[in-house]
C-alpha cells in the first residue's frame, strides 16, 4: 500500500476507525504501538471522545477523523453498525465506511489494514458477484462495498496481516518506515 503521509509530524495525532466490537483486540493493538511510536490515538472508546458536544455519536466520530492528520482503518469480517448521524452524504454506509470516506477527503494520512482472507474473499466475490447464488460468508457485504471504495477512491489496497502477531509486527514496521 502507497500511503498518503501526514501533513505535519508535530501533532502526529490519528483516528483510530473498525468495527468496535469484534476488533477491540486490534485496536488495542493498535493504540499501543502508535502511541509507542509517537501518535496521540484518537478513537472512540476513549472517554472524552464526545466531551463538549451535543452530536449525535457517529457525527462525532466523523468531526474527529476531520481534526486528526492521520487516519488507521482495520478491516476485518464485519462492516459494522448503520450509519446514523444527520449528514445525508453517508446514509446507507455503515460508521465505519462513512469515516472511511470522510479521510479520503482530506488526502493525507490515510493507511490501512485488512485480514488476509477477507482480501481474498473479497477477490473471488469479484470475480464472481454476478453470479445469484454466490456465498460470501462469513464476511459481510457491506464490507465489499467498503472495500469498493478503498481500491476506487485510494488507488491501492489495504495491507493485508494474518492474526494478531503479524499485525503488530506489520504495524510497527510500516509506521516506523513513515517516520
Same mark, same amino acid.
Given at each position: 500500500?502507497?500511503?498518503?503521509?501526514?501533513?505535519?509530524?508535530?501533532?502526529?495525532?490519528?483516528?483510530?476507525?473498525?468495527?468496535?466490537?469484534?476488533?477491540?483486540?486490534?485496536?488495542?493493538?493498535?493504540?499501543?504501538?502508535?502511541?509507542?511510536?509517537?501518535?496521540?490515538?484518537?478513537?472512540?472508546?476513549?472517554?472524552?471522545?464526545?466531551?463538549?458536544?451535543?452530536?449525535?455519536?457517529?457525527?462525532?466520530?466523523?468531526?474527529?477523523?476531520?481534526?486528526?492528520?492521520?487516519?488507521?482503518?482495520?478491516?476485518?469480517?464485519?462492516?459494522?453498525?448503520?450509519?446514523?448521524?444527520?449528514?445525508?452524504?453517508?446514509?446507507?454506509?455503515?460508521?465505519?465506511?462513512?469515516?472511511?470516506?470522510?479521510?479520503?477527503?482530506?488526502?493525507?494520512?490515510?493507511?490501512?489494514?485488512?485480514?488476509?482472507?477477507?482480501?481474498?474473499?473479497?477477490? $473471488?466475490?469479484?470475480?464472481? %458477484?454476478?453470479? @445469484?447464488?454466490?456465498?460470501? *460468508? &462469513?464476511?459481510?457485504? /457491506?464490507?465489499?462495498?467498503?472495500?469498493?471504495? $478503498?481500491?476506487?477512491?485510494? %488507488?491501492?489496497? @489495504?495491507?493485508?496481516?494474518? *492474526? &494478531?502477531?503479524?499485525? /503488530?509486527?506489520?504495524?510497527?514496521?510500516?509506521?516506523?518506515?513513515?517516520?
Amino acid at each position: 500500500m502507497c500511503p498518503l503521509r501526514s501533513k505535519s509530524r508535530s501533532t502526529k495525532k490519528i483516528f483510530l476507525s473498525s468495527t468496535f466490537r469484534d476488533l477491540s483486540y486490534y485496536r488495542d493493538l493498535a493504540a499501543d504501538v502508535l502511541i509507542k511510536e509517537g501518535y496521540k490515538v484518537v478513537r472512540s472508546e476513549d472517554l472524552n471522545f464526545a466531551r463538549g458536544s451535543g452530536a449525535h455519536r457517529h457525527d462525532i466520530c466523523l468531526e474527529r477523523v476531520d481534526k486528526t492528520h492521520g487516519f488507521l482503518l482495520i478491516i476485518d469480517w464485519y462492516a459494522g453498525q448503520a450509519y446514523e448521524g444527520v449528514n445525508p452524504d453517508y446514509a446507507g454506509l455503515t460508521i465505519t465506511h462513512a469515516e472511511a470516506k470522510r479521510a479520503f477527503r482530506k488526502k493525507v494520512g490515510w493507511h490501512c489494514f485488512a485480514k488476509q482472507e477477507v482480501i481474498t474473499i473479497y477477490n $473471488i466475490w469479484k470475480q464472481n %458477484k454476478t453470479l @445469484p447464488e454466490f456465498r460470501h *460468508d &462469513p464476511v459481510e457485504r /457491506k464490507v465489499f462495498d467498503l472495500l469498493d471504495d $478503498i481500491y476506487r477512491l485510494g %488507488k491501492w489496497g @489495504p495491507n493485508a496481516f494474518d *492474526d &494478531p502477531d503479524d499485525f /503488530k509486527r506489520k504495524l510497527k514496521k510500516y509506521f516506523r518506515q513513515l517516520n
